[in-house]
Nanobody
Framework: QVQLAESGGGLVQAGGSLRLSCAAS????????MGWFRQPPGKEREFVAT????????AYEDSVKGRFTISRDNAKNTGYLQMNSLKPEDTAVYYC?????????????????WGQGTQVTVSS
């Protein structure tokens, strides 16, 4: 059972940056693809970014392309989401997730493990 813990959320002004981290409890993280999702207030959880097990392949939701970067350090069992040029519409609870596969996925029902989430609030 992989346990995931997000950190790095907070309050930031529009145009600012945050770096989210996702620490995994086990080395099995290095055998898993991972993703970041978010749930804005009053809305469904939505895909943000995903990365393959090796880190060689990534995919992003259109609204974050060019602003967000997903990465991972398998030696540290940790994934990251660097968020730049933040906008008020990025305000949400951000979740990291892992799936027992080499390949990434943009679909939240294809992930096996989830963190508890971290709040990101962007003020205008």
């Amino acid at each position: 059972q992989v346990q995931l813990a997000e950190s790095g959320g907070g309050l930031v002004q529009a145009g600012g940056s945050l770096r989210l981290s996702c620490a995994a409890s086990e080395r099995t993280f290095s055998n898993s693809a991972m993703g970041w999702f978010r749930q804005p207030p009053g809305k469904e959880r939505e895909f943000v970014a995903t990365i393959s097990r090796s880190g060689a392949s990534t995919a992003y939701e259109d609204s974050v392309k060019g602003r967000f970067t997903i990465s991972r350090d398998n030696a540290k069992n940790t994934g990251y989401l660097q968020m730049n040029s933040l906008k008020p519409e990025d305000t949400a609870v951000y979740y990291c997730a892992a799936r027992r596969s080499y390949y990434y996925s943009t679909k939240n029902n294809e992930y096996d493990y989830w963190g508890q989430g971290t709040q990101v609030t962007v003020s205008s």
